[in-house]
């Protein structure tokens, strides 16, 4: 702040950010999850959100968008179901919807039960991964990145996007299997202060 009693600048006031505001509305019943209820191919994609100085962030919102186990991306319309009669929201899984939306808890958790994509049609380089978008605390613009998953390593050496980043980078964006049918993916929103190549790939679409 500007001196204006000529003893000199005041102590700065403690930073404020906008919101969350997304905690009321945007969470909806059933919302990680994407695969239908009993698919024998359902797999949980798991992990937590910090901050730079690795402490969980607790009012994260994560959305997954994915293209299915055909490369299609069409997805399933209205995936939030109502009664006809009540038009209470039923939650899901009745269909591959192809997209989830799910808070983080306490501890920056959240977890996701999906099917493994395919690559997208018209994407014959491309390795099948998951889109995420993440909202949390002080972030004025949401973040991009993606999961990529271990049976795809083949593909990972012709994905546009991992084949252009350093290997210590790209390993920011693969899933690991964590038992059968689950797979840990944390998102670090920072650059640790150890410099230490931690932080998660974001990307910027222009």
Do not use: K, N
């Not at 799910?102 to 099917?115: E, F, I, M, Q, S």
């Not at 084949?163 to 670090?188: H, S």
């Amino acid at each position: 702040m500007p001196d204006t009693d000529g003893r000199g600048p005041l102590a700065p006031t403690p930073a404020q950010t906008i919101g969350p505001f997304f905690g009321h509305a945007l969470p909806h019943p059933g919302g990680g999850r994407i695969a239908p209820d009993g698919h024998p191919g359902t797999v949980t994609v798991h992990g937590r959100v910090r901050d730079g100085a690795g402490a969980p962030v607790s009012d994260a919102l994560l959305e997954f968008w994915q293209a299915g186990p055909d490369g299609s991306l069409t997805g399933a319309p209205g995936s939030l179901p109502r009664d006809r009669a009540t038009g209470e929201a039923l939650g899901r899984g009745a269909v591959f919807t192809g997209f989830g939306r799910v808070p983080t808890d306490a501890d920056g958790r959240y977890a996701v039960h999906t099917l493994l994509p395919s690559a997208p049609a018209g994407s014959p380089d491309a390795a099948p991964y998951l889109a995420v978008c993440v909202h949390a605390r002080g972030l004025l613009h949401h973040l991009f990145t993606r999961v990529y998953f271990p049976e795809h390593t083949a593909a990972h050496a012709t994905d546009p996007l991992l084949a252009g980043l350093p290997a210590e980078r790209a390993r920011t964006l693969l899933a690991r299997p964590d038992g059968p049918g689950r797979y840990r993916f944390d998102v670090r929103l920072q650059q640790p202060a150890d410099g230490s190549a931690e932080e998660t790939v974001f990307l910027a679409f222009g």
